[in-house]
């Protein structure tokens, strides 16, 4: 069954396969490095990977969006749209279009490598807008359970360092949105 055949509102956020994405596992294995090199306890380790799963899952939504815009890549536009690969796009489409209105953007995606119909139903649902926003939320909210987190255990963490993440997750944010 492709993906395409799955009706919408079966279709899950697909971010949590992120942590099967060979990134994601870059991303969690240097943030635990990290913090073994600093002589974290295990606890913390522990927050530091579950964080590196967060960061990977918006930095995948944010990399989904930025296929179909072909904002990084414009060679890949609209790649994983045509090849079914399930992505927050297709999780966004599935989850805040009616029945109807996601049977149509099947429809459209079916159109491509034309990519007239996609485009405007994108633009019509607001699915980019959508989209952004709820990675965005996504992001945020992985520094707000890391920065609770430690705090809960009452971790020694550098304030300075918890800055530059959050202004990496920015550049990720502004660099695919």
């Known amino acids: 069954m492709s993906y395409q055949e799955i009706p919408g509102r079966k279709i899950v956020q697909p971010h949590g396969r992120s942590k099967f994405k060979l990134g994601d596992a870059r991303l969690r294995f ?17 927050i530091l990977d579950e964080f590196g799963g967060d960061l990977g899952a918006a930095l995948q ?28 796009v297709w999780a966004c489409a599935a989850r805040t279009a009616a029945p109807e209105h996601y049977d149509e953007f099947v429809r459209v995606v079916n159109q491509l490598p034309n990519p007239t119909g996609l485009e405007a139903w994108m633009e019509e649902h607001s699915l980019m807008k959508v989209g952004r926003e709820r990675a965005r939320q996504h992001l945020d909210l992985a520094f707000r359970k890391l920065q609770r987190k430690l705090e809960a255990q009452s971790a020694i963490w550098s304030k300075r360092v918890f800055d530059e993440l959050m202004v990496l997750g920015e550049e990720i944010a502004v660099a695919y949105g």
């Not at 939504?61 to 927050?88: H, I, Q």
């Open 61 to 88: 939504m944010f990399d989904d969006l930025g296929n179909v815009t072909g904002t990084c890549a414009p060679a890949k536009k609209y790649e994983d749209l045509m090849l079914n690969r399930p992505s927050w």
């Open 30 to 46: 240097r943030l635990a490095q990290a913090g073994l090199i600093a002589g974290a306890p295990k606890k913390v380790l522990s």
